[in-house]
């Protein structure tokens, strides 16, 4: 019986030591995780039309997969990240609508968007001859003004010209187009 009992103390004593080493030197290490780098949901084939209140199309962006972060410290409502984004933008005040396309995109809630690689922009006017299109590296479109920036090299190609500068400022409300530099171009009489 004394060596049962003596089995069984040994026993309990190495089990109490082995926890008491094991809370002052962790042999396996947590990793912390920060959930804001994850995302907290995706979709595919995604489409989200926005309209105003007389139901008129304000904005309408399609993309082949869009994946949602959430909110950190600094971004209070999250970040988007789109693969393959189409936007289409209507004018507010006039007959010409935009189309916006590239490889990848960011949305900041519903008040910018940034896209990035491939970045082409044509201006579809019913009454023009033909479309125009811009192409550039990357934009920054403000969904509440319709104002559309790039600093980026760009070239505008239509029926009637071609050019070249260095960034853009468009206003799609007024439908205005503001080239920052180096501008150069040709012009071709219809």
């Known amino acids: 019986m004394n060596g ?6 040994a026993i309990v004593l ?3 030591l082995y926890n008491y080493v094991e809370r002052r030197h962790p042999t396996t290490e947590t990793a912390t995780v920060n959930t804001a780098n994850l995302p907290d949901y995706t979709m595919t084939r995604v489409e ?9 199309i304000h904005d309408k962006i399609e993309a082949d997969e869009l994946i949602h972060y959430p909110a950190s410290d600094d971004e209070w409502q999250g970040r988007v990240e789109l693969s393959q984004p189409r ?4 004018s507010q005040g006039g007959d010409t609508h935009w189309r916006l396309e590239a490889t990848r995109g960011e949305l900041f809630g519903r008040s910018r968007a ?8 044509t201006a579809v006017d019913p009454a023009a001859e033909g479309d125009a299109i811009i192409t ?3 934009l920054e479109y403000r969904f509440h003004s319709q104002l559309l920036e790039s600093e980026g090299a ?3 190609r239509s029926p009637q010209m071609n050019l070249s500068a260095g960034g853009l400022q468009l206003d799609m409300r007024r439908d205005q187009i503001t080239l920052h530099h180096g501008v150069h171009g ?4 219809p």
Do not use: N, P, Q
């Not at 989200?48 to 008129?56: C, E, L, Q, V």
């Not at 936007?87 to 209507?90: G, K, L, N, R, V």
């Not at 940034?114 to 922009?121: E, S």
């Not at 040709?186 to 009489?189: D, Q, S």
């Open 136 to 138: 550039t590296s990357a």
């Open 154 to 156: 760009i070239k505008l």
């Open 87 to 90: 936007m289409e933008i209507f």
């Open 114 to 121: 940034l896209l990035r690689d491939g970045v082409t922009i």
């Open 48 to 56: 989200i039309t926005t309209t105003g209140d007389s139901g008129a």
């Open 4 to 9: 049962r009992l003596f089995t069984l103390a």
């Open 14 to 16: 190495i089990v109490a």
């Open 186 to 189: 040709k012009y071709h009489e």
